[in-house]
């Protein structure tokens, strides 16, 4: 196959449909949202081209209906239309969504059955994704658009207001939109500022830091009876529930890259190799469901190097801090007088026993197979880690009740995880994208 050619086309500024209010200008960030890194996270959606009877009116139809339905998602989501001025507050200004579109120089298909990695991948995401969000868009939006009509959606959204839960209320609402269904359309909660206030003499910073190193980011997907096969290999006492899916794929990727620390890095034994794992508060303690911006936490599952690490122990260690962050801990952090207990909490992740080695996030059961603009479902979710080292998303797989991981490690530690035999009794190595 001919080398990917990605060519730049129009670059555009998408407004709100309707003009926010001069009240509502001023959107300030919670301290969840302060302490964020400055950065954008490419996430990808590819969409399947079925259309091809008239494949330039298609392209342009389609066109015409993503940038419509986005201008007005924007009247609801407004402060995606405006700019990040610093870490306490976002501009409103409706100056709108950096929105650029390309032509590919092959089909979606042929693309995805290279089962492409992360070379590939990031010739997708626009080039002002790698800037500092701080003065710029709060998103940046670049749509691929394949010679078959196919489409590959990259959403750049900066982490000073949107996480995961964040970027699936706004699509959801933006395919509804384009499909012209007002009864998916979401109505967002933005939460006063004033239950998680900003500390503005804050000098913390985000645990999760940029890596200095190359980045190797690889993709491990465990299928649903791979998954039902490390459950019941996973060894739980008879009053215990069963394992859930995270747990048991996050358990067995923490083990094997603990097994790297202590034999390529000669961590030794006894040493702490923590995981701190991404917690959405939604839900707990009255933060509604549909709340837009930062609403998470990172909990920290604890582990010391041993000759043998059990599954089941580990399980049980993200099992018990996943309940840590339950409505009375979300009690603690709310109003003035939660500044205390944050500043002691952060504190905490940078001690040495308690401080985190390896990261993990999960996008499971978010329906992100679900989102139709309205030429059918996407073929393709992606998690695209530009800068973190040891750190591992998780999503769903389209079919099948799989989960789809991806890891970044440095080269030399990868080299070695990646042809660990544990790993690959359950998982399988960058499988083709056509049958997943």
């Known amino acids: 196959m001919e080398k990917i050619v990605v060519q730049i086309g129009k670059k555009e500024n998408i407004l709100p449909a309707i003009p926010t209010p001069k ?6 960030l919670s301290v969840l949202d302060q302490t964020q890194v400055k950065l954008y996270v490419p996430l990808m959606l590819f969409y399947l081209n079925n259309n091809t009877s008239d494949l330039d009116s298609v392209i342009q139809d389609r066109s015409k209906i993503l940038k419509k339905s986005l201008s007005e998602s924007l009247t609801r989501f407004y402060p995606f239309a405006g700019k990040v001025r610093d870490d306490f507050y976002i501009d409103c200004n409706d100056e709108g969504v950096y929105y650029i579109e390309t032509r590919v120089n092959t089909s979606l298909l042929d693309f995805l059955g290279q089962s492409p990695g992360d070379e ?21 939006i670049q749509v691929n658009i394949f010679n078959c009509g196919g489409i590959a959606l990259c959403t750049c959204i900066s982490h000073k207001i949107l996480d995961g839960t964040t970027y699936t209320l706004f699509l959801k609402d933006w395919t509804a939109a384009a499909r012209g269904f007002s009864s998916g359309i979401l109505y967002p909660t933005f939460i006063d500022p004033s239950l998680f206030p900003q500390i503005p003499t804050l000098l913390y910073k985000s ?8 980045i190797v980011s690889k993709r491990f997907v465990f299928s649903g009876p791979d998954i039902v096969a490390l459950k019941a290999q996973t060894k739980v006492l008879s009053s215990e529930s069963e394992p859930s ?14 097994k790297i620390a202590s034999k390529l890095h000669e961590r030794s034994l006894g040493k702490p190799l923590n995981l701190g794992v991404i917690i959405n508060l939604r839900g707990k303690n009255c933060v509604p469901k549909n709340s837009v911006g930062n609403l998470i936490w990172p909990a920290l599952a604890q582990c010391k190097l041993s000759p043998e690490l059990e599954q089941r122990t580990l399980v049980n260690q993200i099992r018990k801090c996943k309940a840590e962050i339950n409505d009375d801990f979300v009690e ?28 993990i996030t999960s996008m499971c059961n978010m329906g992100l197979y679900e989102l139709d603009f309205g030429w059918g479902k996407p073929v393709w979710f992606y998690f695209c880690n530009l800068y973190f080292v040891n750190f591992i998303s998780l999503c769903d797989t389209r079919l099948g009740g799989g989960i789809q991981a991806v890891v970044s490690l440095s080269e030399e530690d990868m080299a070695f995880f990646e042809n660990d035999p544990e790993l690959l009794a359950f998982a399988s190595l960058n499988p083709s994208l056509l049958y997943d």
């Not at 991948?121 to 868009?137: D, H, Q």
């Not at 500044?339 to 992740?349: D, P, Q, R, V, W």
């Open 23 to 28: 009240s509502l200008r001023i959107f300030k």
């Open 120 to 140: 590939m991948i990031t010739s997708l995401v626009p080039a002002k994704a790698r800037e500092s969000p701080l003065g710029n868009y709060v998103l940046i």
């Open 207 to 214: 645990p999760i830091s940029f890596s200095k190193i190359k």
């Open 245 to 258: 899916r995270f747990e048991v794929v996050a358990a067995l990727l923490w083990k094997c890259i603990a």
């Open 332 to 359: 603690a952090l709310k109003g003035d007088d939660g500044t205390l207990n944050f500043l002691k909490i952060a504190e905490m992740m940078t001690s040495e026993e308690t401080s985190v080695s390896l990261w």
